[in-house]
């Protein structure tokens, strides 16, 4: 059963990766070779994870590529979900169906 609100996969990051390890948001930027920016708005659930920033956190801290960009997927899900009532669309019918 998928869960009702999956987390952004920069808090993963935050806690299993930068606060695990003691590392500053400026300090784990410069090993992944990234702006600090750039991966402040990552952890600050700012930004989506992209899969360039996921194979490189893979390559710098052996996390799953795939489990993050799964967890991007999930939360990307749920927030698309939420949008619903805002989306109008117009069913497909086929030619000749009632």
Do not use: W
């Amino acid at each position: 059963m998928p869960m009702k609100n999956p987390p952004h996969p920069g808090l993963f990051v935050k806690a299993e990766v930068l606060d695990s390890l003691n590392l500053s948001i400026s300090e784990a930027a410069g090993l992944l070779g990234v702006r600090r920016a750039t991966l402040s708005a990552l952890v600050n659930q700012k930004t989506s994870l992209s899969p360039e920033m996921a194979y490189r956190i893979e390559k710098a801290f052996g996390v799953s590529m795939d489990m993050l960009l799964r967890m991007q997927a999930g939360f990307d899900v749920c927030k698309m979900r939420q949008k619903k009532p805002e989306i109008i669309v117009k069913p497909y019918k086929p030619a000749g169906a009632h």
